[in-house]
């Protein structure tokens, strides 16, 4: 096959849906983009090795090169849930407009994907001293579960790496964590008539979530990085789920949130 062009390349990642979620019915496997990376650089000469990390999921790890050491020009393959509304065009197609192009996944980052192969064009002709070493992950926009699954691997990797996420160009060298949790509670349902007749898992989850904040506020009060933009470490309450009409007591509801902490927190 004949590699088709940078803004072509662009295009076709950003056509190929991969969104990554906990809510079952916003996931989608992220095949199709690691179908066309793969066939991308296998055509340029890069050994492709695929993995399947869960049924629709899979990394890819290509390589150029042998050895120890080398270099890892790394990033994810899929892209966050997005409100279709909120886009003045199809979050699918690759748009041109202001000299920047726009679509889900430009920046972060199925676009790094399409610039490395641009890099690299001029020097495969030269014989490589380290191996170069292109990974693609799956689901690092949720479960994490393709970085999970290459580190259970325990594949040593190369000397270095440079993670392709948007920064304007500015070299990062350290980095937030991340976790991402969630707290179920069940409670009793029943009739709204009477209070007695249950126990509410919303009105529970309610207190849950002011712990949540406050414990957030006090974290904000001991941590702070000034190497960071935002210098405290973060806590979000991302998503909820309860309760199924208005005159039912509340019996079950699940709050998802994430926290970053800086470096040094103990998790």
Not at 137 to 154: H, I, K, P, Y
Not at 191 to 217: I, K, T
Request: proline fraction near 8%; hydrophobic fraction near 40%; charge should be negative.
């Amino acid at each position: 096959m004949a590699l088709p062009p940078l803004k072509q390349r662009f295009a076709e990642l950003i056509a190929a849906p991969s969104v990554s979620c906990t809510q079952a019915h916003w996931d989608q496997s992220n095949r199709p983009v690691i179908e066309r990376l793969a066939a991308w650089l296998g055509e340029l000469g890069f050994a492709c090795e695929t993995q399947e990390v869960a049924p629709g999921k899979f990394n890819l790890l290509a390589s150029r090169g042998s050895g120890p050491g080398g270099l890892v020009l790394a990033g994810h393959s899929d892209t966050v849930p997005f409100d279709a509304e909120l886009w003045q065009s199809d979050p699918l197609r690759l748009r041109e407009a202001d000299d920047r192009w726009y679509g889900l996944g430009s920046c972060d980052m199925k676009g790094f994907f399409a610039l490395i192969i641009e890099a690299v064009l001029p020097l495969l002709e030269q014989p490589f001293r380290q191996p170069l070493l292109i990974l693609a992950t799956c689901d690092e926009e949720s479960s994490m579960s393709g970085a999970r699954a290459l580190a259970d691997a325990g594949r040593p990797l190369g000397r270095a790496a440079v993670i392709g996420e948007p920064t304007g160009l500015r070299p990062v060298r350290l980095h937030k964590g991340i976790m991402m949790e969630g707290i179920e509670i069940h409670g009793q349902s029943g009739h709204s008539s009477n209070p007695a007749y249950g126990h509410s898992a919303l009105e529970a989850m309610h207190g849950v979530m002011g712990e949540l904040l406050a414990l957030r506020q006090q974290w904000q009060r001991e941590y702070d990085n000034p190497l960071f933009d935002v210098p405290q470490p973060t806590l979000n309450l991302g998503c909820i789920h309860g309760g199924d009409n208005p005159n039912r007591i509340c019996g079950q509801c699940a709050l998802e949130f994430d926290l970053r902490p800086l470096p040094g927190m103990d998790p």
